[in-house]
């Protein structure tokens, strides 16, 4: 569909998806705020989440027009996908590839990722209508295997999640990915705890700075 393609081009412009996994529902809207100023494309507010619904709804509502874009993380099922749906998600991602999950969103006309590891699975979430994969968790493998599935298969666009940091976050763009997911290595998960959101911009603008340097020259 145009409407999840268009999301997904968004997120690959800025190449970055902070996972808001555990944030509490009061502080997801601050947090999603000093995020959005240190120059993160694109939040994911995780499923499971207590709140999650709520958290989301609040989120996109907060930053609806502006540039950041709001998703559901750790989608394990069609009725997961629809009510994050119906409270604004312009995207969803997955741990696994659930083909009911995928059709769910593309229905929606919400950007899916789906969790792949295999050059197979890749292809049969593409072929069910998945935007793009979250290739996870990504560190286990590192840059060369993403660098190796982009060779066959460059039609893919290919999400890196789990274990991405400040350390390699530059070397899996670099060998190909559409953009990253980083959790713990871009939310300053004490820094919310203690409401200090000054810190957690300060925080994430590391992470976007090393992003950064893999478009450098």
């Known amino acids: 569909?145009?409407?999840?393609?268009?999301t997904l081009g968004r997120i690959a412009e800025n190449g970055i998806i902070a996972v808001m996994?555990?944030?509490p529902v009061e502080s997801a809207v601050?947090?999603?705020r000093a995020l959005a100023r240190?120059?993160?494309g694109a939040v994911e507010i995780t499923?499971?989440?207590p709140g999650a619904v709520n958290a989301l709804r609040r989120v996109h509502a907060d930053l609806d027009g502006d540039e950041t874009l709001v998703g559901a993380g750790t989608v394990t099922d069609p009725s997961t996908a629809s009510r994050a749906a119906e409270v604004g998600a312009e995207f969803v991602v997955a741990p696994h590839l659930d083909v009911a999950t995928v059709e769910t969103c593309n229905r929606y006309g919400v950007a899916v990722l789906p969790g792949v590891m295999t050059p197979t699975e890749a292809v049969r979430a593409a072929e069910a209508g998945a935007d793009g994969v979250k290739l996870f968790p990504a560190a286990t493998v590192g840059p060369d295997h993403l660098a190796a599935l982009r060779g066959p298969l460059p039609q893919i666009p290919l999400v890196p999640t789990g274990g991405i940091d400040t350390g390699n976050v530059a070397e899996f763009l670099a060998a190909g990915a559409a953009a990253v997911g980083a959790g713990s290595a871009l939310i300053d998960g004490e820094a919310v705890?203690?409401?200090d959101f000054e810190a957690v911009e300060a925080y994430a603008r590391e992470f976007?700075?090393?992003?950064?340097?893999?478009?450098?020259g």
């Open 21 to 23: 996994r555990g944030v």
């Open 38 to 40: 240190a120059g993160v």
């Open 47 to 49: 499923a499971d989440t």
């Open 1 to 6: 569909m145009i409407v999840s393609e268009n």
């Open 30 to 32: 601050e947090t999603a």
């Open 193 to 195: 705890e203690r409401g």
């Open 208 to 216: 976007v700075a090393a992003a950064e340097a893999a478009h450098v």
